[in-house]
């Protein structure tokens, strides 16, 4: 199992990036999007459940951010606009074989399947 995270890059505020996160030999039901800015601890972004689609966005990127699927590609994006200093991290996505509740989408412990990351740096 592997899960390739890519697409992080250092742009201006008020850009736009699209992370990809590329899953082989794994029939996932939850993926999410973590992460981690320096001193701080990690934190769930968006996640996208399998079967229906359902998805959750922590609130300070709601409605800037899209989770989505390419089922064909097995990969899961996160289209990330309008972004600030305050999006600056290290992302991760994590995949889980669990269907899981929404209350549950952000807890890491339910993930069992991590990429490496991908550095997004938003500055001017």
């Known amino acids: 199992v592997q899960l390739q995270a890519s697409g992080g890059g250092l742009v201006q505020p008020g850009s736009s990036l699209r992370l990809s996160c590329d899953i082989s030999?794994?029939?996932?039901?939850?993926i999410a999007w973590f992460r981690q800015a320096p001193g701080k601890e990690r934190e769930g972004v968006s996640s996208?459940?399998?079967?229906?689609?359902?998805?959750k966005y922590t609130e300070s990127v709601r409605g800037r951010f899209t989770i989505s699927r390419d089922k064909a590609k097995n990969t899961v994006y996160l289209q990330m606009n309008s972004l600030q200093p305050e999006d600056t991290a290290v992302y991760y996505c994590?995949?889980?074989?669990?269907?899981?509740?929404?209350?549950?989408?952000?807890?890491?412990?339910?993930?069992?399947?991590w990429g490496q990351g991908t550095l997004v740096t938003v500055s001017s």
């Open positions: 994590a995949a889980t074989t669990r269907s899981l509740i929404k209350s549950s989408m952000f807890e890491s412990r339910y993930y069992d399947y």
């Open positions: 996208i459940r399998r079967g229906d689609g359902n998805t």
């Open positions: 030999e794994l029939t996932w039901y939850t």
